[in-house]
């Protein structure tokens, strides 16, 4: 239930628990003449478990937790369970587990939040944390959780025409997380969109997920880099109202985010091939110029050849000397009239 971009990256139980390590050897063939290339080797890390750091007191029993809590890990108690846990930060508990681990914040689960938790919170992610905020509703946004926001960049919009309706949401198409969402419909984010929209602004950010509305383009998900860390801040709120919880999309989002956390934190050490003092250069066999010239056209030029193509040219020596440089002309002169009309 939550493989949901096996072409990237998945979270798979080793065999043995305490193996640190996985190294792959990638090799091609059938190999091709130059065999430098051909083979090497990628070592990729093991975790134990994934840590999600949910900023609420679990002695609050919010329906959104238990939501949370199941799409988490919704196989929890089971032998495929995934290798997750999840941890409570709360005033009396403020210890972030170390890294990696991917903090989820919302005004909703976080009713206490104050300016020392702002100020906590932004030095956490400075030194490498990583954080999802769920913007709230308006409400929500006063005092200081609305500061906090206005501090990692989030800028809420007061006015927008009324009468504008949002148009159609844009996943960005890059890096292996937008690569990861956009591979779901757009249409499945329709029921993200807020009421009250809003973007990044004067912080260097972009938007993951976005949408036009009227002349400009909010910001339905953005990222910031604050730092050595980075945050994904979601202009929703997690009410049962706002029905993002029920969305598919929601634990697609959740894992996708701790899958780029985990490879952004983790060293993926690649071995490329040792360097031979012999030369891995090799002649070609008379089998392999006939397939070369028959598959790509290639033609080998030889001595013989070439001596009696210079031999049938008329003249003496100056005259050859001559022609082959009107040629070179000719070429200078065909290649620069390409550039022009190219760049008219």
Excluded at 146 to 170: M, R, Y
Excluded at 172 to 186: F, I, R, T
Excluded at 266 to 290: I, M
Aim: hydrophobic letters at 45%; aromatic letters at 10%; charged letters at 20%.
């Amino acid at each position: 239930p939550f493989l949901y971009s096996g072409q990237y990256s998945d979270w798979k139980v080793t065999d043995s628990p305490e193996q640190a390590e996985i190294s792959l050897s990638i090799r091609v063939e059938p190999e091709d003449p130059l065999p430098l290339d051909n083979e090497m080797t990628v070592t990729i890390p093991c975790l134990k478990s994934f840590t999600f750091a949910l900023f609420c007191d679990p002695r609050d029993e919010y329906p959104e937790l238990s939501a949370l809590r199941a799409v988490i890990d919704p196989l929890a108690g089971e032998s495929a369970a995934a290798p997750v846990r999840p941890v409570y930060v709360f005033p009396s508990e403020m210890n972030l587990p170390d890294s990696p681990a991917l903090a989820i914040l919302s005004p909703r689960l976080s009713p206490w939040w104050s300016p020392a938790e702002t100020s906590w919170m932004m030095d956490a992610i400075k030194n490498g944390g990583s954080a999802i905020v769920f913007t709230g509703s308006a409400e929500q946004r006063q005092g200081a959780w609305g500061a906090f926001l206005q501090e990692l960049g989030w800028s809420q919009w007061e006015t927008v025409d009324e009468n504008a309706i949002p148009g159609a949401v844009h996943v960005a198409n890059s890096g292996l997380l937008g690569q990861a969402l956009a591979e779901w419909d757009p249409l499945m984010w329709n029921t993200w969109i807020p009421s009250e929209h809003g973007a990044l602004e004067g912080v260097p950010g972009r938007g993951v997920v976005t949408y036009s509305i009227g002349e400009r383009t909010a910001h339905l998900i953005a990222e910031i880099r604050l730092g050595e860390g980075r945050v994904w801040i979601v202009n929703t709120s997690l009410s049962p109202e706002a029905e993002i919880l029920l969305s598919p999309l929601f634990p697609v989002f959740l894992w996708e985010t701790a899958k780029e956390v985990i490879r952004s934190d983790e060293a993926y050490d690649v071995h490329p091939p040792s360097v031979r003092d012999e030369s891995d250069l090799t002649l070609l066999t008379e089998e392999e110029k006939a397939i070369l010239t028959e598959r790509y056209g290639i033609r080998f030029a030889e001595l013989e050849t070439m001596r009696e193509a210079i031999s049938a040219m008329k003249g003496g020596t100056d005259l050859r000397m001559a022609v082959l440089f009107l040629c070179l002309i000719v070429a200078l002169a065909e290649s620069w009239l390409a550039n022009r009309l190219a760049s008219l």
